[in-house]
């Protein structure tokens, strides 16, 4: 079945830096990539996603990188602000009617340093 | 607005115990999820379900059990609790083609 493994598992910038997570997955058959963050003591929302006919998707200071050849996607947080800590899950999804059937990661723990 | 709930948010629980554990969305979506989260694991796909009368068992199922009678709830039951059940619940739902809202999650202890 499909795997998707997550690093770094905890990661710690300065406020205003940047911040990178890196994703890769086993099943090429993968075609639908959310990201989503999940705050202490809440559920998990998404953030943005992406789909394997686009490379890179941006939403403001949040950006996905998507290479399907060697199965690993990334996401970009630029000018990072302390609202911006959380855990962070990255998923794949090969859904046979639709995108829902995911297989998260282990998550990214990022920590923002005012 | 529309919304997912849970219930309840923290539940302790002894071993051998059923446990029911409620999920409730007004988005009117067809598609309905489980996941347990763990240190190191992630999210892991319990139950799922499509449409009511329909569920499936994800990765992790043993033990856990769903029902679905209508469109805006999909109850979690622990027929026996086993202490290697207790952990964080996450209930989602979704309508095709885009990203699953999450509700708060339940933290569920076995004694």
């Known amino acids: 079945g499909e795997n998707v493994e997550q690093h770094p598992s905890t990661l710690s910038v300065q406020e205003g830096d940047s911040a990178v997570i890196k994703c890769t997955y086993s099943?090429?058959?993968?075609?639908?990539f959310p990201w989503y963050k999940q705050e202490l003591g809440k559920g998990s929302q998404l953030i943005i996603d992406?789909?394997?006919?686009?490379g890179e998707k941006k939403d403001q200071r949040i950006a996905v990188t998507l290479n399907k050849t060697a199965k690993h996607f990334s996401l970009h947080i630029t000018e990072t602000q302390p609202e911006d800590s959380a855990v962070y899950f990255c998923?794949?999804?090969?859904?046979?009617?639709?995108?829902?059937?995911?297989?998260f990661g282990p998550g990214t723990s990022l920590s923002v340093i005012p | 607005d529309a919304e997912i709930t849970q219930s309840p948010r923290h539940k302790i629980t002894e071993t051998g115990r059923q446990v029911t554990l409620a999920c409730h969305q007004t988005?009117?979506?067809?598609?309905m999820f489980w996941y347990r989260q763990d240190l190191g694991h992630g999210l892991r796909l319990i139950h799922y379900?499509?449409?009511?009368?329909?569920?499936n068992k994800g990765e992790v199922s043993d033990g856990y059990s769903v029902s679905r009678s209508n469109t805006e709830d999909l109850p979690l039951t622990l027929e026996s609790a086993a202490s290697s059940q207790t952990s964080v619940y996450f209930c989602?739902?979704?309508?095709?083609?885009?990203?699953?809202?999450f509700g708060p999650g339940t933290r569920l202890t076995v004694l």
């Open positions: 989602a739902s979704s309508e095709g083609g885009v990203g699953q809202y």
């Open positions: 099943d090429s058959a993968s075609n639908y």
């Open positions: 992406i789909r394997s006919n686009v």
């Open positions: 998923a794949a999804s090969k859904g046979k009617t639709s995108y829902d059937k995911v297989i």
């Open positions: 988005w009117n979506h067809n598609n």
């Open positions: 379900s499509y449409g009511v009368q329909d569920t």
